[in-house]
């Protein structure tokens, strides 16, 4: 369980969970004492002795939980459908950092015909779980590519057909020519839990879950 036997540690990523997680933590009485996006720290102490913040990427946050490094965390769905739960309690739905993971293509591309026609598609995507699933339950064969990031440039650079990406206002898909022609699935920030920790420092944890749980989206 390493340095974070003692206090109490939470892994956010810098951006909109960061942002989002700051109200609800302050809900709990607890404040960063400094801004990830301005600090080059990548640990933060908080106005509680016992409680800090570690600074990690979106998807090593079920990591760092998972293994105990930290005690909590805060990770999209999307993030810990791709990981998996191994290690983790996910009591909240948080309600924070909304979106909807979605199919694209070209504007000009005949989604609902290359499907009927059967024919094979090359999606590229950063979910490949996520996407695996999808394209298997409704029986479309596809290629998928992985890809790190930037799907929207995919089919435009013609790499692959379509993309399986997150859409929140949509104006990037917008200004990359690219219409979504699928919903797979609402996606929320959820808190996780190391299970071990859970057990361990239940007295100091269940305060904090409490005070989130208030929160709760419906
Ligand atoms: O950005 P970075 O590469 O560092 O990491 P990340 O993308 O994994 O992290 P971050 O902070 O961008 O996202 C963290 C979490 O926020 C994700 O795991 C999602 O659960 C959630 N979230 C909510 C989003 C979005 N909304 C979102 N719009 N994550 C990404 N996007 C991207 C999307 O991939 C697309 O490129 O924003 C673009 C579309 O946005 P709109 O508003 O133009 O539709
Ligand atoms: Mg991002």
Known sequence: MGSAVEGI??????????????????????????NPETSR?????????????????????????????????????????EHGGDGLYQPINLGI??????????????????????????????????????????????????????????PLAGLADAIVDLVSTGNTLKANDLVAVEHIADISARLIVNQAALKLKRDRIVPILDALSKKEAP
């Not at 540690?9 to 400094?34: D, H, M, N, Q, V």
Request: charged residues 25%; contains cysteine; hydrophobic residues 45%.
């Open 97 to 154: 950092a909304r979106c909807r993971m979605m199919v694209a293509v070209p504007a000009g591309f005949d989604y609902e015909r290359a499907v009927r026609q059967g024919a094979r598609l090359r999606v590229a995507t950063k979910y490949l779980k996520i996407a695996r699933e999808h394209f298997a339950a409704k029986g479309v064969h596809v290629d998928l590519i992985k890809l790190y990031g930037s799907m929207e440039l995919a």
């Open 41 to 81: 720290r990548l640990i933060i102490p908080t106005n509680r002795e016992d409680t800090r913040v570690v600074v990690v990427r979106a998807t090593d946050a079920p990591t760092y939980v998972q293994y105990g490094a930290a005690d909590i965390g805060v990770a999209g769905k999307d993030v810990l459908i």
């Open 9 to 34: 540690t939470i892994a956010l990523s810098k951006g909109r969970i960061f942002e989002e997680t700051l109200p609800l933590l302050a809900s709990a009485g607890i404040t960063p004492l400094e």
